[in-house]
């Protein structure tokens, strides 16, 4: 993987050389400084103007979707589209059209479609070329440049020159072995899962990125962790049952609760697992809830709600679940056997409350049992992390005990990280970054 360094100012020149190339953009720097003896690429957005390239230039113009110069330089030709992904072919009829001697494609990437069509393209052109999705779904074909056949990626030094650049310092530690793992869901703004799991690569030695995948929709997302060589995934809301249509095979846990949180690729061969509820056992264990014989409410009926009742059967709880969704809530219901709690249902008549809905977290809203009915003698875990939320505002004031999300967040995501590595003990690093 040869890599360019985009430069954002004049001042990012000393740390530059150490890349394998030097981009200068004069839209950003004005006129090309001395880059010594490292291959260069001149970029051009506001027209080509060779009087503003060194005497005896040597590198690369970049002059976009210009007419080819009649002069003495190597040529790359570029499209920039910052708004979405045309179609593998529209791709590589583009590239393939240019007559300079690179051509290269940045686009925006939405979705695992885009990702899967800048993929096909890479296949379909057939001469030098760099091809780029840009934003955060975009970010996996910087590091994967090999698998996309470029001549060279991109990083930044002071900040990004372009949406999804990862830095110089990162992108060194990064090749084409490096393990990839991610999340996937919607939306992602909030999720501390990226922070844990690179700090873990780093702390465990690992040549390894943890991206993000805010995508819309799951559909070519098995295309792509195939084809970019994805270790695994995370999955959270609202993914986490509809991905199992994805997935080659899914293991106990995930088959029980329905739920998948974690996927591994092991040569193509996709399997789904539910860490979450190691997670959930985890949190309540290290806050000294004894869950055998306890009364417990789950309120939600999404993939977490799911994880919780597994965790809960195993240990002996009495559980009964509430949700606004009552066609959800009634199949939880029918399937596992438990019972329903309505608006009128009290909290205090329960050991512990599990909120496995996202309020707090992603907007507003209102609980399905009302937290007004607490008592001194509940228990609180809230899957949510990171902020106070309503019902943990209620409980303290309450006097309630609390178990917070974090516990939660670090185990489930110290065992994904176990299972696409093969390192165990990553709690305490993962816990430490929450």
Not at 165 to 184: A, Y
Request: net charge negative; proline share 4%; aromatic share 6%.
């Amino acid at each position: 993987m040869r890599i360019c360094a985009s430069l954002g100012r004049l001042s990012d020149l000393p740390e530059a050389v150490s890349a394998d190339m030097i981009e200068v953009r004069l839209d950003l720097l004005g006129s090309v400084p001395d880059t010594g003896n490292k291959e260069t690429i001149v970029t051009f957005r506001d027209g080509f103007d060779p009087s503003l390239l060194p005497e005896n230039f040597s590198g690369f113009a970049d002059i976009g979707e210009e007419d080819i110069p009649d002069a003495p330089y190597r040529i790359i030709s570029s499209i920039h589209d910052y708004e979405n992904t045309p179609s593998a072919d529209e791709i590589a009829y583009s590239l393939n059209s240019m007559n300079s001697e690179v051509s290269k494609g940045a686009y925006a990437v939405r979705d695992f479609k885009n990702l899967y069509d800048i993929l096909k393209a890479s296949e379909k052109v057939t001469k030098d070329h760099v091809l780029l999705g840009m934003g955060k779904m975009g970010e996996i074909t910087r590091i994967r440049s090999d698998i996309l056949g470029n001549m060279f990626t991109f990083a930044y030094i002071s900040k990004p020159t372009a949406p999804g650049q990862i830095s110089l310092d990162e992108m060194k530690n990064l090749n084409e072995s490096s393990i990839i793992t991610g999340l996937v869901g919607s939306p992602l703004d909030k999720s501390k899962s990226r922070e844990m799991h690179n700090r873990a690569f780093v702390e465990c030695g690992i040549s390894g990125r943890y991206l993000n995948f805010p995508s819309p929709s799951l559909d070519y997302i098995g295309d792509c962790i195939r084809g970019y060589n994805i270790r695994g995934i995370n999955v959270t809301i609202p993914y986490k049952e509809s991905i199992i249509s994805c997935l080659d095979e899914i293991d106990s846990d995930a088959e029980s609760a329905k739920a998948v949180n974690t996927v591994v690729n092991s040569d193509g061969t996709l399997k789904g697992y539910n860490t979450d509820i190691d997670g959930i056992e985890t949190a309540l264990k290290n806050a000294d809830f004894e869950m055998n014989g306890k009364r417990m409410l789950i309120m939600g009926s999404g993939g977490a709600a799911r994880a919780c009742i597994i965790a809960a059967l195993r240990n002996n709880t009495e559980i009964s679940v509430a949700g606004r969704n009552m066609k959800t809530v009634n199949k939880l219901s029918s399937e596992f056997g438990i019972g329903i709690a309505t608006e009128e249902s009290l909290m205090s008549e329960f050991d512990v409350i599990v909120n496995a809905t996202p309020i707090g977290m992603y907007g507003e809203g209102t609980y399905p049992v009302n937290p007004n009915t607490l008592d001194e003698s509940n228990t609180v875990f809230d899957m949510v992390y990171g902020v106070e939320t309503p019902i943990v505002s209620k409980a303290k004031n309450t006097g309630c005990k609390i178990i917070a999300g974090e516990d939660m967040l670090a185990m489930q995501g110290a065992r994904a990280f176990e299972l696409w590595t093969g390192v165990k003990g990553a709690f305490d690093i993962m816990r430490s970054c929450l």
